[in-house]
């Protein structure tokens, strides 16, 4: 388990390993678990000193570190899976919405009463009570965290301590007081009826009524919110939901929005918001939920990304008039310049609205998926400030002076922990903010000029900083705790002072950085250590006989095709394609493929021209010449060696590359409205014998099949089995006979907190590690302290 390896683990190791049995290490997984550690030192504080353990159990630091490892080991998963909230305890869940439904509308046909009375009257206690209002049932901690965990409610608790206890209540609002509103829905909340703390007594407790009314022979508390009428749902309507947790009012995020809670106390959810959080992860069928994926990983590969489904689309970006179109696995992010709106491919009765998202700094500049789809970041006009908004908690988090201009922001692989470079009175900073509730950790002035572009290390041990030309080939190599480790500053010598980096990239999998010039060089630097290991120098004139390249060849009727190009080779400059005006200088693209063998490359000064290098040789592979400047280049996730090129030209035509085959490939797609905007990307297949890509415009988008070969494989009625042209122009997107029923979540533009680079936490960020969230960013060298120790 990765978290047995962590600086924390060390230091419970340092604490306690001596009372472990032999050879047993301080483990979440050891005998005895780390769980089982944790019960044992609460028992015994809870009993008494003559059950006390040795001290070093009870050492503050230790129990802490114990505490968040085990609530995260038992309960993350609520937070992260809806199957495992669905599984774990989704029945339990249910049950407790039903009771609540069955005992407003007296039904009592699902058998979920508390207590049933004879011939389906309602029931009364055992000493003849009516008017039942409470119930209680023993659990198990792991059962009240688990359900407070699911409802999203857990964030930042420790593990329940003993005499816990959860309360659920339901209240209704005085007949006499509220409006009646037919068919009330959540996406037309209905006018906030009265603040809480002046109309207290407005609010009845309601959790069973007694007497001898009939119970009704057909009920709504075990269907869905979406199956229900409108009749049905006005049932629900002035009803309200508390949880208390050791008699603490506890808010659900859900419930945070207008018109889903009492107005005034966010703590009361209104009974059809609660029902429609817990209807999300209540199973239909039990056994048939624990079945499913029964045969799958018990974890995924990445622990980050739990829930995310395998993209349809591998990435891309459409953009139209002031609207910008974004999306990362399966929703889709839509802006304009004063609003947001996100829709979720999959759940087509789920989407976001977000109001006024720049607040009052303009318009919206840009948008961009965060880390995950529940998150996203805006740019306001100018660079003013960035908004990074939740869909969690439906708030934002609002960074001053960010340089918005630059690549200014990067997240850590799979933790996503933000670096982000601002600028505040003259002077760049460096700002690593925790996930999730983006807390900032620590803050860095940076010895730059004018930072121009942040990067993580695909391992998410190193930060690159890239200056801006102005001063020279400069990047400086950042430790993950935001330590400098090493300033980059070219060979060193003064006749080889160039103009700059342009560029910079991270290989995937072996720490190699590259860094592209505005000398037409990429320049390669070493793993860890980041000093010189090569160059590759990017000439107009090519002769290299061991070298293959390649030129586009255009027919007469109009159809491409690649053709050997004989030696030397004389390289179409920029000023020769009638551009003289065009950024005629440096490495604008570089990009490794999946296992960082090999390195595409894109020079300003011959546009046309694609490199493909080979990081065991350092020497070129392939040379690849085109009619039109290349737009993009793209490696295919699982075939390494496989490399689309799309150009700026008007035909819907993509040009492959793989070095096996005997030439590179040229594709033409029919996308019958093609135009000059347009955008080709990899899709993931579910054949290993064949590749499916697609390319868009404005209007329309095209899928295809590629065979092992580069053929296309023809349309036989199935689009994984060939290819398909969509339209989707206007009159395709606003077909009012097929409008969906979409129940936005709002939020409004006063939800916002700040961060600020002054922030102090209080703590020396010298230490070995910042604490992020849930994760830890760990010194980097961590490992030559815990070696120097140990010596």
Known sequence: ???????????????????????????????????????????????????????????????????????????????????????????????????????????????????????????????????????????????????????????????PPYTSHIAFELFKEAQAERESIDGDRLDEPVTARAAHKQNQGRLSTFFGTGGKEKLSTEGVSRKSIDELTATERDKLSGHYV???????????????????????????????????????????????????????????????????????????????????????????????????????????????????????????????????????????????KLT???????????????????????????????????????????????????????????????????????????????????????????????????????????????????????????????????????????KNTFSLAATFHHPSTILLPEMNIWQEQLNVSKSRTYAAAPQPASLPTSAALGKPNSPGHGISIMSFNGDGTLLATKDDSVPTTVWIWSLQSGRPVANLIHHSPVKQVAWHSQQSDLLLIHCAIPEPAVHLWKSTWDAPRIVTLPLERAGSRLEASWLQSPHSDSFNLMITSTHQYATARISKNGDLIPEVGNLDLGFRSVGTGAEDMFDEGNSLDLSPIKITHDDTMEVHDSYDDGNDSSGSSFEMGNEMIDDTFHYRRHIKAAG
């Open 1 to 159: 388990m990765p978290r047995n390896e962590t600086n924390e683990m060390q230091y419970l190791n340092f604490l306690i390993q001596k009372w472990m049995p032999n050879n047993s290490k301080v483990q979440v997984d050891s005998h005895p678990r780390l769980s089982g550690i944790m019960d044992t030192i609460n028992s015994t504080l809870a009993h008494g000193p003559k059950t006390r353990l040795p001290t070093p159990f009870y050492d503050k630091k230790g129990r802490d570190i114990i505490d968040k490892i085990c609530v995260e080991e038992w309960f993350s998963g609520f937070q992260e899976s809806n199957e495992y909230r669905k599984v774990g305890i989704g029945g339990l869940a249910g049950d407790i919405v039903a009771r609540m439904v069955g005992s407003i509308e007296k039904s009592g046909n699902d058998g979920l009463l508390e207590i049933g009375g004879e011939d389906g009257a309602l029931g009364t206690g055992r000493g003849g009570e009516k008017d039942i209002k409470f119930g209680m049932s023993g659990c198990h901690d792991t059962t009240l965290a688990a359900l407070l965990a699911s409802l999203g409610c857990f964030e930042g608790e420790k593990w």
């Open 388 to 526: 990074i908004w939740s869909l969690i908690t439906c708030r934002g988090i609002e960074i001053r002076d960010p340089k918005y201009m630059v690549h200014c922001y990067s997240y850590r692989p799979r933790t996503g922990h933000m670096a982000i470079l601002t600028r505040l009175a003259a002077q760049d900073n460096l700002m690593l903010l925790s996930p999730r509730n983006h807390e900032l950790i620590t803050s860095v002035e940076l010895p730059t000029v004018d930072a121009q572009e942040v990067a993580w290390s695909p391992d998410g041990y190193w930060l690159a900083i890239r200056d801006a030309a102005s001063s020279g080939n400069k990047v400086l190599v950042y430790t993950a705790d935001g330590h400098l480790f090493k300033t980059y500053n070219g060979a060193g010598y003064a006749e080889d002072i160039g103009l700059g980096v342009k560029r910079l990239a991270w290989s995937p999998s072996n720490g190699i950085l590259a860094l592209g010039d505005y000398n037409d060089n990429v320049i390669i630097l070493s």
């Open 242 to 384: 508390r949880i208390r947790y050791n008699d603490r009012p506890m808010v659900i995020p859900g419930c945070k929005l207008p018109g889903r809670h009492l107005h005034g106390d966010e703590s009361f959810c209104t009974l059809e918001a609660f029902k429609v959080i817990v209807d999300k992860f209540t199973p239909k069928n039990w056994k048939e939920a624990c079945l499913t994926n029964i045969d799958g990983p018990a974890f995924p590969a990445f622990p980050a990304e739990i829930e995310r489904a395998g993209p349809a689309i591998v990435g891309g970006s459409q953009e139209q008039g002031n609207e910008q179109v974004r999306w990362p696995c399966n929703r889709i992010l839509l802006a304009d310049d004063d609003t947001i709106r996100v829709y979720d491919v999959n759940d087509t009765k789920w989407s976001a609205l977000i109001e006024r998202a720049a607040s009052n700094f303009g318009r919206i500049a840009d948008v961009a998926f965060g880390h995950n789809p529940n998150e996203f970041l805006v740019f306001s006009d100018f660079g003013v």
